[in-house]
């Protein structure tokens, strides 16, 4: 038990570098441009900042014009793997390394792209895992998540003080991240204006034929989808059975991009000094300006000392979140907010002891 507690104040100071950093964009623009997240709008914003990859410079990739406008996935994978390129070339003389890997699979057979950032001289590190996009519609999760992995690029390239802070945790950890989890469904947000608001995968089976109104289109929300799959609790076994399997999908881990993250998620297991390789996960969400906790699933907190420490998790997320960025977050186990089975935190916390917080980006809309 010291040694997970250890690992989990190790953590701490990553989880809350990560969460500031994914802020900083949110509250940057929550009153420009990316308010205006039309189709339209933004296809007239990327043809304004068509030359922004080739003008990127190591050490200031978070300034990049990448970020006037939301961006669809084809141009998102260019730009991670444009600044992991600059990177690799600002960096040649030193141990940093950006590897491009595939983490999963969609319902359509794309692959899930993640890249891993690892610098220093230590071999062998934990690793903290960051993403986004588990909800199609929350493109400013996406965005804000870019700006923190291009935040930490700049770190491992700059020597400019304002980085201090990421270049302090930086060679701690490897650093984990993919961008776009339900890739399947953000490609379909992009379709048309009338799906700017889809939410779930694209999983076309329908687990009700007799009701037409979701029948074929239901799709599964992936963050409704992992288990742990042993939970005898009532109200979780009903939820999968009963009333909202067309949300949840016809039992855990059903759908693909669940079961390639919940395997990397298991090979991460494997010790490291003695502990797990996954030191912390952060899950990115909007648009309601607040950091949860787990469980979502039950309205009692986890165990101690468990609980105690997640509790001292959030406060410090929200201090730093109010304090430094000016946003009005708010700290709650995820229960509070509404009873949720399946969550991608509650099951890496349930599973492997591992902190797991949600941090969903403040605004007024997904818009």
Not at 165 to 186: H, K, R
Not at 326 to 337: E, K, P
Request: with cysteine.
């Amino acid at each position: 038990m010291a040694s997970v507690l250890r690992r989990w104040t190790a953590a701490v100071a990553c989880i809350l570098a990560l969460a500031l950093a994914t802020d900083m964009l949110a509250e940057s623009y929550v009153t420009a441009s990316l308010l205006d997240d039309d189709i339209a709008t933004a296809v007239a914003c990327h043809a304004q900042t068509s030359g922004h990859l080739e003008v990127l410079a190591a050490g200031s990739f978070a300034q990049s014009e990448f970020f006037a406008c939301f961006r669809p996935q084809d141009q998102v994978f260019q730009f991670f793997d444009a600044i992991a390129e600059r990177t690799r070339q600002a960096t040649a003389k030193r141990p940093v390394t950006i590897d491009k890997f595939t983490i999963s699979t969609t319902v359509f057979g794309r692959d899930i792209p993640a890249y891993k950032l690892t610098t220093g001289p230590r071999s062998t590190k934990q690793s903290i895992y960051l993403q986004s996009g588990l909800h199609a519609r929350e493109w400013i999760s996406i965005t804000s998540t870019a700006f923190t992995w291009a935040t930490l690029l700049d770190a491992a390239t700059s020597t400019n003080s304002s980085l201090s802070a990421f270049a302090q945790v930086l060679d701690e950890y490897d650093w984990v991240y993919v961008p776009i989890v339900n890739l399947d469904g953000y490609i379909y947000t992009w379709s048309a204006e009338s799906r700017r608001y889809h939410r779930k995968n694209m999983q076309y089976r329908s687990y009700d034929p007799l009701d037409n109104a979701t029948n074929m289109t239901a799709g599964v929300d992936l963050n409704r989808n992992f288990g742990p799959i042993d939970d005898n609790d009532e109200d979780s076994i009903l939820w999968y059975q009963l009333q909202l399997r067309r949300t949840t999908g016809p039992n855990p881990f059903s759908e693909p991009e669940v079961q390639g993250i919940a395997a990397f998620v298991e090979s991460s297991q494997k010790q490291v000094n003695g502990s797990s390789d996954l030191a912390g996960v952060l899950d990115i969400h909007s648009y309601d300006g607040l950091i949860l906790t787990p469980f979502g699933n039950s309205s009692a907190a986890p165990d101690q000392p468990f609980g105690a420490a997640f509790f001292k998790l959030g406060q410090r997320v929200q201090s730093a979140l109010r304090n430094v960025s000016g946003g009005n977050y708010t700290a709650i186990q995820a229960f509070d907010l509404y009873f949720a089975q399946g969550m991608f935190c509650d099951f890496v916390f349930a599973t492997y002891k591992v902190p797991a917080l949600v941090v969903e980006i403040e605004g007024a809309d997904f818009r």
